[in-house]
């Protein structure tokens, strides 16, 4: 099945030592989003990608980055997390701008 | 920007019984309305949406309402089911330059067998 698939699903990290999100998507689709979704709260944007062109929101913290080497393959690199940046990281995705977006099931960040 | 509020918080229904959920918008520029539902530990998941150009759409035991002129949106869930329960967020964006989706609060229904 075609799908958004998010790698590791849960990811535990040291204060200030960074890491690594991943996301892969079989759909072929455009766009691909990161959110950061915190307990008990709507999923928040991040960025997003339309094919090679990065997007980002105002509001988003320079500790947060990301990188789109190709269609498939789109990553979210947190260079110096801190306790504030545990969250649950969702990737989605959709044809193109303002179509239906598709989620994967997310990673489940633990900062300690 | 868009501002979007959804209502109520916490939602609980008898199996069986249909379950009400809505949504305003602020931006009257706003034409897509997506339907989320997320349970523990997952992605969210469409389940449903409408674009402006149309009043109402119903997939099976689900449906959802939109009325521009008051800028405000519903999910209607009838004969409800155990496995119904989870957080459901609405969200609206607009499709000119802007397609950023802007969420609700998220309402946590939970069906009582």
């Known amino acids: 099945d075609a799908m958004v698939i998010q790698n590791p699903r849960y990811q535990v990290t040291q204060f200030g030592k960074p890491v690594t999100l991943s996301c892969s998507q079989t759909l072929n689709h455009n766009v691909m989003y990161w959110y950061q979704q915190k307990s008990s709260q709507a999923p928040k944007l991040l960025f997003h990608?339309?094919?090679?062109?990065?997007?980002n929101e105002a509001d988003t913290p320079d500790n947060f980055q990301s990188r789109r080497p190709n269609t498939s393959f789109c990553f979210l690199d947190i260079r110096s997390p801190g306790l504030g940046d545990a969250a649950m990281y969702l990737c989605?995705?959709?044809?193109?701008?303002?179509?239906?977006?598709?989620f994967g099931p997310g990673t489940r960040l633990t900062v300690t | 920007g868009e501002n979007v509020e959804q209502h109520p918080s916490t939602l609980s229904v008898q199996e069986g019984d249909s379950a009400v959920i809505k949504c305003t918008y602020s931006d009257s520029a706003s034409n897509y309305f997506p339907w989320y539902k997320q349970e523990l530990g997952k992605g969210p998941q469409l389940i449903i949406d409408i674009r402006s150009n149309v009043g109402e759409k119903k997939d099976q035991r689900i449906a959802v309402t939109l009325n521009k002129t008051a800028k405000h949106f519903s999910l209607h869930i009838t004969e409800t089911q155990p496995e119904d329960s989870a957080v459901y967020f609405c969200?609206?964006?607009?499709?000119?330059?802007?397609?950023?989706?802007?969420f609700g609060t998220g309402t946590r229904l939970t069906i009582i067998p």
């Open positions: 990608y339309y094919d090679k062109d990065f997007n």
């Open positions: 969200a609206a964006s607009y499709n000119f330059g802007n397609e950023k989706l802007t």
């Open positions: 989605a995705t959709s044809k193109e701008r303002g179509l239906e977006q598709y």
